[in-house]
């Protein structure tokens, strides 16, 4: 199965300092339209993402949880669905597998989809989005921003916005 995963803030939404209220879910220009472009073309949608804000004591898991029902909500009123939304909690201290750029959702994701990294991709705008795409042979996106400039060579891509997905995909298949 190919797939597209996406970080989640300063990737699908926009990124606020601990996120800790569905209130402040707002999506980044392009993103419903990238997700429903995604969709037509066969691809599972799903959300990899560390909340280490949890663990920090910013917001509880049920608070996380309830943000991302209403993550999920708001896009299946725009008929987007997402297969999963996976987080890793833990402090970067605890060094878990389940933080990226560790491979225990994208295991799960292999194992419980069928999912095919050779024909799947990872979104993100963070160096560790970039390696946990790369260690595991998934194509990788980086969103540009001035706080990444230095790992944008790390990418098979580097846009400035999700307007610019479909285009990739159109120069890749011909």
Same mark, same amino acid.
């Given at each position: 199965?190919?797939?597209?995963?996406?970080?989640?803030?300063?990737?699908?939404? &926009? *990124?606020? #300092? $601990?996120?800790?209220?569905?209130?402040?879910? %707002?999506?980044?220009?392009?993103?419903?339209?990238?997700?429903?472009?995604?969709?037509?073309?066969?691809?599972?949608?799903?959300?990899?993402?560390?909340?280490?804000?949890?663990?920090?004591? #910013?917001?509880?898991?049920?608070?996380?949880? /309830?943000? #991302?029902?209403?993550?999920?909500? %708001?896009?299946?009123?725009?008929? +987007?669905?997402?297969?999963?939304?996976?987080?890793?909690? #833990?402090?970067?201290?605890?060094?878990? *597998?389940?933080?990226?750029?560790?491979? $225990?959702? @994208?295991?799960?994701? +292999?194992?419980?989809?069928?999912?095919?990294?050779? &024909?799947?991709?990872? +979104?993100?705008?963070?160096?560790?989005?970039?390696?946990?795409?790369?260690?595991?042979?998934?194509?990788?996106?980086?969103?540009?921003?001035?706080? *990444? &400039?230095?790992? +944008?060579?790390?990418?098979?891509?580097?846009?400035?916005?999700?307007? /610019?997905?479909?285009?990739? @995909?159109?120069?890749?298949?011909?």
């Amino acid at each position: 199965m190919k797939a597209f995963l996406f970080d989640r803030d300063g990737t699908l939404i &926009v *990124n606020k #300092h $601990y996120l800790s209220s569905p209130t402040g879910i %707002r999506f980044l220009p392009c993103a419903i339209d990238t997700l429903k472009f995604l969709s037509s073309k066969g691809y599972k949608l799903f959300i990899i993402t560390n909340q280490s804000g949890v663990k920090r004591g #910013h917001y509880s898991k049920s608070r996380i949880d /309830e943000i #991302h029902r209403e993550l999920m909500m %708001r896009l299946q009123l725009e008929k +987007v669905y997402i297969s999963g939304i996976l987080y890793c909690e #833990h402090h970067p201290n605890e060094r878990c *597998n389940c933080r990226k750029p560790g491979d $225990y959702f @994208l295991k799960l994701l +292999v194992r419980k989809y069928d999912l095919d990294p050779s &024909v799947s991709y990872f +979104v993100g705008d963070r160096r560790e989005d970039i390696e946990f795409g790369k260690k595991w042979g998934l194509k990788t996106i980086l969103i540009k921003n001035p706080l *990444n &400039v230095e790992i +944008v060579n790390l990418a098979d891509y580097a846009i400035d916005n999700l307007c /610019e997905i479909p285009e990739i @995909l159109n120069e890749e298949s011909s």
